[in-house]
Nanobody
């Protein structure tokens, strides 16, 4: 599967952005999907994940209550709605696919098999 992330840009603190990730290939609904982010000088970190069915989600504590992950299996897309943005949300955001669709909704990047190219988000104070 190939992944293409989009929707990044510049936002003010307290604002919102919506990221999208388009997947090519078949059987998209069989993949668990995740969003990760990497800030300058820092390691890549988990933000959110969703199972193939779209029913179960998981969030990092740092984004819980502000970010919402969702998917549209008919359109082969997964989205990340980001509200109440903070300067510390500034990072390159990556979507990733887990072909095992694990019920654990992995937060470790190493458990994901496919990655998009990333989209940059900058939040100004």
């Amino acid at each position: 599967v190939q992944l293409q992330a989009s929707g990044g840009g510049l936002a003010q603190a307290g604002g919102s952005l919506r990221l999208s990730c388009a997947a090519s290939g078949r059987s998209f609904s069989r993949y668990g999907m995740g969003w990760f982010r990497q800030a300058p000088g820092k390691e890549r970190e988990f933000a959110a994940a969703i199972r193939g069915s779209g029913v179960t989600t998981r969030y990092a504590d740092s984004v819980k209550g502000r970010f919402t992950i969702s998917r549209d299996n008919a359109k082969n897309t997964v989205s990340l709605q980001m509200n109440s943005l903070k300067p510390e949300d500034t990072a390159i955001y990556y979507c990733a696919a887990d072909r095992s669709d694990s019920r654990y909704l992995y937060s470790e990047a190493s458990e994901y098999d496919y990655w998009g190219q990333g989209t940059e988000v900058t939040v100004s104070s």
